[in-house]
């Protein structure tokens, strides 16, 4: 069974950082691309980042303009999301996930291969203040 620790989320004023981060146990982590995916009440879901399983290429939404740095560590089986020069407009759930990266950038599933994105845990909330 896939057990996910999720943290990092929280309150943060306009041009603070975050770091998120998900932990896994249970899934051969290395076998796959990871990323975020972020919801906001309201709107519909946005692919934030993703990174190769071997952690050497990585995507990023158009909106992230080199604010955010994805990261993983295979060793610890862990997940990272650095944000920093955070805007409101940041403010959403941010979700772990499992799926090729075009998956997760596009945040829908590519009907070219139909893999599916696979969510974990049950997010991480960043707010943003102005």
């Known amino acids: 069974q896939v057990q996910v ?7 943060v004023q306009t041009g603070g ?15 796959y691309a990871m ?9 519909e879901r946005e692919g934030v980042a993703c990174i190769s399983w ?20 295979n060793a610890e089986n ?9 805007k ?4 959403a759930m941010y979700y772990c996930v499992t799926a090729p990266c075009d998956t997760v950038i596009a945040a829908k599933v590519n ?5 599916p994105i696979r969510y974990w845990g049950r997010g991480t909330q960043v707010t943003v203040s102005s």
């Open 88 to 91: 409101p407009e940041d403010t």
């Open 78 to 86: 862990t997940l990272y999301l650095q944000m920093s020069r955070l």
């Open 5 to 11: 620790v999720e943290s990092g989320g929280g309150l």
């Open 35 to 43: 990323g975020w995916i972020r919801q906001a009440p309201g709107k």
């Open 111 to 115: 009907p070219a291969n139909g893999e």
């Open 54 to 73: 071997s952690g050497k290429s990585t995507y990023y939404g158009d909106f992230v303009n080199g604010r955010f740095t994805i990261s993983r560590d």
């Open 17 to 31: 950082s975050l770091r998120l981060s998900c932990a896994f146990s249970g899934l051969k982590f290395d076998d």
